[in-house]
């Protein structure tokens, strides 16, 4: 008898996996440039130089058992205090480094958070659409996803919505901003709603609701857009943050945990996050690139590529007579499918070549994903086809 | 309401960590030349040169965006292979790429095959001297450690003891060959031992129990020692791997599960571990550091340094009387101690500077654990004290 959650996340691939599987063999089939797959969020951008550059200067100036070998499980002080310094000189936000915990990227700081703060049954609230990913980290940690609507005409948190669900048994909120899979910015009149929520939530039924901020995409985005600082904006807060999009490193796995400096009960929960960490078997963060990442902080790649990849994308679909929320960060577009049918959209799409995924497992139907982080002369290329396809329906 | 466990355990501090604590406090206070510190299983051979020699290369040739990128969930299939290879060659061993999973190190593997095989309540067996961190994965994954008392004069596996320790509710057999903390090999006869009281409890009881075989110091054993390789002993085998030790790289997290070819439902146990690990947070193992090991499988670091030292101190202890079980490999020795309390007997081994590690954690009280992964020059620095405290007891 082997336990069966496991072994369902195990057998089910993500429908966006699917997809590019099917695109690579497609590509093979027909020609790399008669596919336009839009189906994988992997970074398109090489990192900044100073990664490698960074890389080639360690492994000259340390010696190897110091370079290679253990760090501190939270990940090296001196990389803490550079993230430290990172936010009061952006944020102006004090955060004191013996409060962050460096981690394998932000799938591990969501997954270990999450471990060290759900006891069984506990509810975790996050809002349409949202990464499929988190209903696999908060069932793994013992706990049930619950999924708020957004509004529907700009993505943004419905306040109402969000007081019916919270419950006795709420111990966090997930929210992503930029999200994927819209690419949409939580506004400042959001966050103020879902902070002054969790307040009145706490005032009248004595439960603390933690915060999960989970940010990989933060750095990309466009038209001088702000993202807010929500260790800013409410005190029961955990940042889960990742360098792979922002220094385009996502195989290398380094991002960390910041719990937020004015939690009541902070040294539980980083005690809790660094006991989750500790039998999760995460031992340290990755060594060499602790030190990369701590010589690159503030450096980001040439995201410029994104926003001209959304801007032609953006243009182009709305012509034609796509209807979209205007993305604003990350490298995604949400768009309306033609049919309420998302599968049978990203099917037919299929047929004129076009790779979109289905928003089903984003808890929002009736929407395709678009990741425009490609060549910008594929998005050229297939607007014919996304012109095709709006004829289909017309 | 936090959970429990993970506070306690980011709480406790192993005596480990305190004991080297202490020792870096005490260095400073003292000099470094005048503390004999045994505490700490800190590889300190380098690197073998072509672990940079090979980061170098691939940052050379590699575009920024493949080397960094996310591979997939198991690890690059050409490392794989590279893998099942390597145990054809050295254990005429046949394995399955398709069975093995690539992981942030050997804590992980162990991990996340815990949680792909457990259900609550479940049992899983190890032997006494055990790495204390095995009761933490365990009591992560849902189950409960049950210690089998080795034999007392050669720490090799008790038939009759395991026997009587097996239940319905026995899922895993933990075993680590070479030992931390005895530096221990396991016999060809305890092997046999083993894997003869499970299959009979299979037979009996119908439950297959999983052997788990944590070998991160595989490659660490002198006078010509062989470890056998578990998966030609029985069926039900999964071996987790690193190589931390091997390549001197514990910080950069590299290892992997091998699931055997001839595991009856190893494809369900694959899946599972697949699942487990995506649940866990583990997106992929680090990309940089999968294509150095694969251009560096096969080379060890020159770990006969660490020969010569277990020879120097072994004969140093037994000179001035010491009672030990002699180490085939990894970097320790297993001291008894001089009164019935190891902790006591420690505490009274730092009046003469000596960091000794006091055996209850490891499930097996009355002794020290030395590492002798240290310079070679302190360990004949320790003799006269290591004699002082000797003359104390007489």
Not at 215 to 234: H, K, M, S, T
Not at 298 to 316: H, M, P, V
Request: hydrophobic share 40%.
């Amino acid at each position: 008898m082997l336990p069966e959650k496991p072994l369902a996340w195990g057998r089910t691939r993500s429908c966006i996996r699917d997809l590019a599987e099917y695109g690579w063999a497609r590509k093979a089939e027909i020609g790399a440039e008669r596919v336009f797959d839009f189906s994988i969020g992997n970074p398109s951008i090489p990192a900044p130089e100073g990664v490698n550059r960074a890389i080639a200067e360690l492994i000259a100036e340390y010696d190897s058992i110091t370079l290679h070998g253990y760090t501190t499980a939270a990940g090296l002080l001196s990389l803490r205090e550079r993230i430290a310094a990172d936010y009061l000189t952006r944020f102006s936000a004090v955060v004191d480094p013996e409060r962050i915990y460096v981690t394998c990227g932000a799938a591990a700081a969501l997954s270990i958070s999450l471990h060290a703060l759900l006891l069984p049954g506990d509810e975790v609230i996050t809002f349409t659409p949202f990464f499929a990913e988190y209903r696999v980290f908060v069932e793994g940690a013992g706990g049930t996803l619950v999924a708020v609507p957004s509004r529907v005409d700009d993505l943004q948190i419905d306040g109402a919505a969000l007081e019916r669900a919270l419950t006795e048994r709420t111990k966090a909120v997930i929210v992503n901003s930029p999200n994927n899979p819209s690419g949409v910015v939580l506004s400042k009149e959001s966050i103020q709603t879902l902070a002054e929520a969790l307040r009145r939530h706490k005032a009248k039924t004595g439960h603390t609701v933690y915060l999960i901020s989970d940010e990989p995409y933060r750095e990309l985005v466009y038209d001088g857009v702000e993202v807010p600082c929500l260790l800013n904006a409410y005190d029961d807060t955990l940042i889960c943050y990742s360098f792979s999009k922002s220094l385009s490193i996502p195989g290398e796995r380094l991002g960390y945990i910041v719990v937020s400096s004015s939690m009541a009960d902070g040294d539980d929960v980083y005690y809790g996050i660094m006991g989750a960490g500790r039998s999760l078997g995460y031992v340290n963060p990755p060594s060499l690139f602790q030190r990369v990442v701590e010589r690159c902080i503030g450096q980001t790649s040439d995201i410029e590529q994104y926003r001209q990849n959304r801007d032609l994308l953006c243009a182009g679909l709305r012509e034609i007579g796509y209807d979209f929320v205007e993305p604003q960060g990350a490298f995604y577009v949400f768009v309306r499918t033609l049919e309420p049918d998302a599968k049978a959209f990203s099917e037919r799409a299929k047929k004129h070549e076009l790779l979109l995924v289905p928003s089903d497992d984003f808890g929002c139907p009736g929407f395709v994903r678009l990741a425009y982080c490609v060549d910008a002369d594929m998005i050229r290329r297939a607007m014919p086809a996304f012109r095709a396809l709006m004829e289909e329906y017309r």
